[in-house]
């Protein structure tokens, strides 16, 4: 039956192809009866090309127009949305495929295996090489007023963090990082996600709304990355929303990305970062993680803090150490709840019914960085990357239908002295 099911899926491709070249032959003579040359540009001949779609290949006649200055070009290519031979849909399903998959190769199987298409792995990757700088300045455009959602949210959140992904090392040249020798063997990616919420469950913790998150991505200095994270929240509706809610992990780095940013926001340390640096107190004041009061003060620690107790604690552990030679190494790891106190009142927020927790983005980390761009073995340039980053936010983002009508309308353009 495998044998009898493949056939049949070939031979309607087939007649699939058929169709689709008949339609786009048929647009595309209309688009050439309707082109206006500009000044200095004159027919040559009309060429045809192999195009490739979702059901396979067809060949579409079209005509080539030459200019001087500007060179030659294909009218109809433009305003049918070719790329490269590709239709609109077919390129679609290509980056979507070639960003979402673990490899190329993988891309080229899955897109055979389940759609029937044949596409070499290479080809794939040439696509998103040629929609990819599209994708990302398509995400990081800046904000235009007029464009912002406009519907009243009670709790507007912001949340961004940083990831390290594994990089050629041409890439990392003159770069510090964690290793023995001083240098890195990754590069910061900042991740940001915007989301909402309208309301509490029965018990009261806050609820995300369905579908509310949205991404973006940036390779560029945390000073770039700040205020493209700023354009995606007033495109998003900031300026309508009751309370805004800054999530961060405590670094400096990004608490200054919210001061500038974000100003007025409410910036809240997540819980189980704090919670984490509450261990390393700990480890400097017991010694170690084995000291049988360690996990016993660990959950102490946690109590407290869920009870606005950061300034307490803070001073109940400064006056146990004072005596000790332990003393500088205790305060050198209270410095980050000392520079976040006005951050971790977690009694205060929630009782305000806000998230503490910076789940959301740590899980973006994850699944839209981390499933890609650190499989075992791989190392990007920063191009490549930022390529398929850009296409992974949108796709996870649900902004495809968007985008992609972007870029129709952007290849539309490039030659628009069509009557």
């Known amino acids: 039956m495998l044998g009898v099911e493949g056939l049949i899926r070939a031979a309607l491709f087939r007649t699939g192809a058929d169709v689709v070249g008949h339609l786009v032959q048929t647009v595309a003579d209309r688009i050439d009866a309707a082109y206006r040359p500009s000044s200095g540009e004159a027919f040559k001949e009309r060429v045809s090309i192999k195009v490739h779609c979702l059901f396979g290949s067809f060949t579409l006649w079209r005509n080539y127009y030459y200019h001087p200055v ?3 070009h294909y009218p109809s290519d433009d305003r049918l949305g ?4 590709h239709t609109p849909a077919l390129v679609r399903l290509a980056c979507l ?4 998959e673990s490899g190329f190769d993988k891309a080229q199987n899955h897109l055979s295996e389940t759609g029937g298409i044949d596409m070499d792995s290479r080809q794939i990757h040439r696509l998103i090489q040629r929609v990819g700088p599209v994708a990302q300045a398509w995400q990081q455009r800046e904000y235009k007023m007029g464009e912002e ?4 949210v009670p709790i507007f959140y912001v949340s961004a963090d940083g990831t390290g992904i594994p990089m050629r090392k041409k890439e990392l040249e003159g770069r510090h990082g964690k290793q023995a020798d001083g240098t890195s063997k990754t590069r910061q990616v900042y991740l940001g ?6 309301r509490r469950d029965e018990k009261g913790r806050p609820v995300r709304d369905w579908e509310s998150t949205t991404y973006l991505s940036s390779m560029d200095s945390v000073d770039v990355f700040g205020p493209l994270l700023r354009y995606e929240a007033l495109r998003r509706g900031m300026a309508c929303a009751g309370k805004v809610v800054f ?7 990004l608490e200054n990305l919210g001061l500038i940013n974000f100003m007025g926001a409410i910036q809240i340390v997540d819980f189980y970062h704090a919670l984490d640096h509450a261990g390393d107190v700990l480890v400097a004041l017991l010694g170690s993680k084995d000291h049988p009061d360690y996990t016993r003060r ?18 109940e552990t400064r006056k146990e150490c004072a005596t000790t030679p332990r003393a500088a190494a205790v305060e050198k790891e209270l410095l980050y709840f000392v520079n976040n106190v006005h951050r971790m009142q977690y009694g205060t927020f929630r009782r305000q019914g806000f998230f503490i927790g910076s789940g959301v983005i740590e899980a973006g980390c994850k699944t839209v960085v981390g499933s890609r761009c650190k499989q075992s073995g791989m190392f990007w340039g920063k191009p490549g990357a930022e390529h398929i980053l850009a296409l992974r936010c949108i796709h996870t983002s649900r902004r495809n239908d968007d985008f992609w009508k972007h870029r129709l309308a952007q290849l539309s353009a490039r030659h628009s002295t069509a009557a």
Do not use: M, Y
């Not at 996600?193 to 309208?198: D, R, Y």
């Not at 869920?306 to 300034?311: D, M, P, S, T, W």
């Open 70 to 72: 500007r060179g030659g």
């Open 82 to 85: 070719l790329e490269d031979g």
């Open 97 to 100: 495929e070639g960003a979402d």
């Open 149 to 152: 959602c406009r519907t009243p």
């Open 193 to 198: 996600c915007v989301f909402t919420q309208h």
């Open 247 to 253: 999530l961060i992990d405590g670094a400096s780095g």
């Open 298 to 315: 660990r959950g102490q620690w946690a109590k407290r803090l869920l009870k606005n107790g950061v300034q307490l604690l803070l001073d």
